[in-house]
């Protein structure tokens, strides 16, 4: 990769943690999880990253009133049950990118400290782009409490990616949504739960109406998404991510659901045994109640006396120990079909370098 390539990585992971800008430790841990960046993050590859990044006019260096806590990347969809498959909540990290809507044009975002920060960016580059503090000086002078921002075209363009226009007409909050779901990258964020968009401290239907925006505008996309509070309780909602991150999220809950869902479209009445349809799905009698349990607007559990399942069975067959014999049965309420839009109420219910801008000039040719 080429020393440009590798500059761009680090702007866009830059760029993405949006107005609130990054710090140097969150940096390192951003690089480390990005897919293909080719360096090694020993100390002489950061020293050699920092020379680089230090002098790019796309960045703005920051520094905060106090020390921002380390950044905490939790993956959601490692905290699964192994039973059901269904996604388990976690107990949420510090948030350290507290909700505070900027409205200062051009600037766009979110940024609790965006007026007691001061721009520090004279005392780590000169006007020419030379840089005047190495790696360990800067770090030794600021600590956590620098950050490094990525100006308004910049963010706008990892956002979005060269292949879509902006969509100016979103509102300052709409964009602040956009600007956090891009944050998540390929994990996205989901519309339920300690860790979500609920942030905000919007109303489940306020938030539905700036989503729906948004993805019909086809700037998020969104996917089904199940999960159990650190309650016990279920919940289904929507799992949404920018364009340029969108990977499938398909949970064993999901596959298993659409797989019931075929196999009691084929019966009569569209229902079948309780047992029958656990051993063909291949799970246990106590994880397959909880299956049909997290899904009860598409599956049901009846207890249907004997008789009524065969009819034709002798009386002998219909009765054990003097009582009369049941039958527990699976019944398809209505068909499941992974990403369907049959939830959209789920959100609204609220259950669910050189010294040249290269980027900027990125941008600007993906405009044109």
């Known amino acids: 990769m080429e020393k440009m390539d590798f500059l761009e990585a680090c702007i866009d ?30 100390v002489d590859s950061k020293i050699y990253i920092w020379t680089w990044i230090s002098r790019s006019l796309d960045l703005e260096m920051f520094e905060l ?11 959601r969809f490692q905290h699964i049950c192994p039973e059901t498959g269904v996604i388990m909540e ?55 409490r620098l950050v490094m921002v990525a100006n308004q075209d910049t963010r706008e363009f990892s956002i979005y990616g060269p292949e879509m226009r902006p969509w100016k007409d979103m509102s300052n909050i709409q964009y602040c ?57 279920q919940g289904h909602g929507k799992l949404l991510q920018v364009k340029r991150f969108y990977a499938e999220r398909r949970t064993k809950s999901e596959v298993v659901a659409e797989r ?63 009582k009369e014999r049941s039958v527990r049965m699976v019944k398809l309420v209505q068909k499941y079909k992974y990403g369907e839009d049959r939830d959209d109420e789920d959100m609204e219910d609220g259950n669910d370098v050189t010294n040249q801008s290269r980027f900027s000039q990125k941008l600007a040719n993906a405009r044109s």
């Open 90 to 144: 976690t107990e949420p990290p510090e948030e350290i990118y507290p909700i505070a809507i900027v409205k200062d044009v051009p600037e766009r975002g979110s940024c609790a400290t965006y007026k007691a920060r001061r721009k520090v960016t004279d005392e780590i580059r000169d006007e020419e782009g030379k840089n005047l503090l190495t790696l360990a000086e800067t770090v030794k002078k600021w600590g956590e």
């Open 13 to 42: 992971e830059i760029a993405l943690e949006g107005l609130d800008g990054i710090t140097i430790s969150a940096l390192w841990r951003r690089l480390e999880n990005r897919a293909g960046f080719p360096l090694a993050l020993d």
């Open 260 to 322: 019931m869902c075929e196999l009691l479209e084929a019966c009569e009445s569209r229902r079948d045994e309780y047992s029958r349809i656990c051993k063909v799905i291949g799970l246990r009698d106590e994880a397959f109640k909880k299956m049909c349990m997290n899904y009860p607007q598409f599956f049901k559990i009846d207890t249907v006396p004997y008789t009524e399942i065969y009819p034709e069975a002798g009386r002998e067959a219909n009765y054990r120990s003097g």
């Open 177 to 233: 949504i956009l600007e956090r779901v891009a944050r998540m990258r390929y994990l996205g964020e989901v519309t339920l739960g300690k860790s979500s968009l609920m942030c905000f401290g919007e109303s489940p239907k306020s938030m539905f109406y700036h989503c729906k925006l948004l993805l019909q505008q086809g700037v998020l996309t969104k996917q089904p998404y199940t999960q159990r509070s650190l309650g016990g309780q």
């Open 65 to 75: 009133p106090t020390a921002r806590p380390p950044l905490v990347i939790v993956n």
